[in-house]
């Protein structure tokens, strides 16, 4: 058993990754899926279709590679954070999932922020401000709007937390993805009590607190079948996608600051203690290494304005690839080489669903001061340009 098969469920795919014990990637699968956004500011995404991406993507790199099952040692999973998936007591869905980037839950948000001293819910929590992406926010939401959904939830779960539990049968978390949930201690590693309080919330109804890197038991026979693992797999905790790339870039020290472009635009800086910026204008987060933290600065929509581009406005590169069997990103960007450099001054702002690092704002009314990230302009430049 000398193979690893690591997950990313991100905001629009997720990626499944076969590894050898050397680190070598022998196959990789992208599963693609496409958000919900029933009403303003609401984005959602059925449970299952995590899960079904999930059985996608083992199914094709364990063909791609033609590693047996059996010789899988242990599974993990990376996921985005903040998305809410409420199960009931059969573990079921009872909704689809509030994604991270939904934004419906501002009243709620509002009423936290006028419940707790601002200082005191930074010092704990790690977030400088109190926003709708919270899941304490969207929980507070279902028990107002939904109350139903609400009475009938025995599980409050993050993507993570679900597709460990399908996988394992175990109600599982660890810090990293649960720092933004507005109800973690950043500095004791447990969950808050005063805020479990305020939302009516118990501890039985979240998953157990487990480091990252902790083995929490196998596969359980179910998702064997389905997904054609071992039983004797492992089934290990992984952490939030952005802590993920940062201890993937080696970014695990004091003096070590690292940059991912995903769906969201982050910073990362490794500190060895709880560290908090006077102006509110940044998270710390939950290590994935014991006594370890990160100050994370982000931006929530970087190659999400991209994807939502190419769908917009990319569908003659879209077939064009689907033909051609290239990648529709790389035929958008043949057209961006050929603009001239900064596209006349056309410039996108990424704030799609807001803004947040430096300054947090759930509304789309932004001003160009907001945020000093441009998303690449070369590709709008040209699609216009040709229109």
């Given at each position: 058993?000398?193979?690893?098969?690591?997950?990313?469920?991100?905001?629009?795919?997720?990626?499944?990754?076969?590894?050898?014990?050397?680190?070598?990637?022998?196959?990789?699968?992208?599963?693609?899926?496409?958000?919900?956004?029933?009403?303003?500011?609401?984005?959602?995404?059925?449970?299952?279709?995590?899960?079904?991406?999930?059985?996608?993507?083992?199914?094709?790199?364990?063909?791609?590679?033609?590693?047996?099952?059996?010789?899988?040692?242990?599974?993990?999973?990376?996921?985005?954070?903040?998305?809410?998936?409420?199960?009931?007591?059969?573990?079921?869905?009872?909704?689809?999932?509030?994604?991270?980037?939904?934004?419906?839950?501002?009243?709620?948000?509002?009423?936290?922020?006028?419940?707790?001293?601002?200082?005191?819910?930074?010092?704990?929590?790690?977030?400088?401000?109190?926003?709708?992406?919270?899941?304490?926010?969207?929980?507070?939401?279902?028990?107002?709007?939904?109350?139903?959904?609400?009475?009938?939830?025995?599980?409050?779960?993050?993507?993570?937390?679900?597709?460990?539990?399908?996988?394992?049968?175990?109600?599982?978390?660890?810090?990293?993805?649960?720092?933004?949930?507005?109800?973690?201690?950043?500095?004791?590693?447990?969950?808050?009590?005063?805020?479990?309080?305020?939302?009516?919330?118990?501890?039985?109804?979240?998953?157990?607190?487990?480091?990252?890197?902790?083995?929490?038991?196998?596969?359980?026979?179910?998702?064997?079948?389905?997904?054609?693992?071992?039983?004797?797999?492992?089934?290990?905790?992984?952490?939030?996608?952005?802590?993920?790339?940062?201890?993937?870039?080696?970014?695990?020290?004091?003096?070590?600051?690292?940059?991912?472009?995903?769906?969201?635009?982050?910073?990362?800086?490794?500190?060895?203690?709880?560290t908090y910026d006077p102006s509110k204008r940044f998270p710390c987060y939950y290590h994935a290494l014991p006594g370890r933290y990160l100050l994370i600065p982000y931006c929530q929509a970087a190659g999400m304005v991209l994807k939502w581009f190419r769908d917009q406005f990319g569908q003659e590169e879209m077939a064009r690839a689907q033909d051609s069997g290239r990648d529709p990103y790389d035929l958008?960007?043949?057209?961006?080489?050929?603009?001239?450099?900064?596209?006349?001054?056309?410039?996108?702002?990424?704030?799609?669903?807001?803004?947040?690092?430096?300054?947090?704002?759930?509304?789309?009314?932004?001003?160009?001061?907001?945020?000093?990230?441009?998303?690449?302009?070369?590709?709008?430049?040209?699609?216009?340009?040709?229109?």
């Open positions: 058993m000398s193979y690893f098969l690591a997950l990313d469920a991100g905001t629009t795919s997720t990626k499944v990754i076969l590894f050898d014990k050397d680190g070598h990637s022998l196959a990789t699968s992208i599963q693609e899926y496409h958000l919900l956004t029933p009403a303003e500011d609401w984005v959602e995404l059925e449970p299952d279709q995590y899960w079904q991406a999930c059985l996608d993507g083992i199914h094709q790199v364990l063909s791609n590679s033609a590693i047996h099952p059996d010789a899988i040692a242990a599974l993990s999973v990376s996921s985005q954070g903040e998305t809410l998936i409420a199960l009931d007591g059969a573990g079921r869905p009872l909704r689809p999932a509030i994604v991270w980037l939904d934004n419906r839950a501002k009243e709620e948000a509002l009423h936290v922020a006028k419940s707790f001293d601002p200082d005191a819910f930074y010092q704990v929590s790690g977030l400088p401000e109190v926003i709708p992406t919270w899941p304490a926010c969207k929980i507070l939401w279902l028990r107002n709007h939904e109350p139903a959904v609400s009475a009938r939830t025995k599980k409050h779960l993050l993507v993570e937390d679900y597709l460990l539990y399908r996988f394992s049968g175990r109600f599982a978390t660890e810090g990293s993805v649960s720092t933004t949930t507005g109800y973690f201690d950043i500095r004791s590693g447990e969950w808050w009590p005063e805020m479990l309080g305020f939302l009516g919330l118990s501890s039985e109804s979240l998953p157990t607190l487990y480091r990252s890197g902790q083995v929490i038991g196998t596969v359980v026979p179910e998702a064997a079948r389905e997904t054609g693992l071992s039983t004797r797999t492992r089934i290990v905790t992984g952490a939030m996608d952005q802590v993920a790339a940062a201890v993937g870039s080696g970014n695990i020290a004091p003096g070590i600051v690292t940059e991912t472009t995903g769906t969201a635009l982050v910073l990362a800086a490794t500190v060895d203690q709880p958008l960007g043949e057209l961006a080489a050929v603009v001239p450099p900064a596209s006349d001054g056309l410039v996108l702002l990424p704030h799609l669903t807001g803004s947040t690092s430096p300054h947090f704002n759930p509304g789309r009314e932004v001003s160009i001061l907001a945020s000093p990230w441009l998303i690449p302009r070369g590709i709008l430049y040209a699609l216009l340009w040709r229109q």
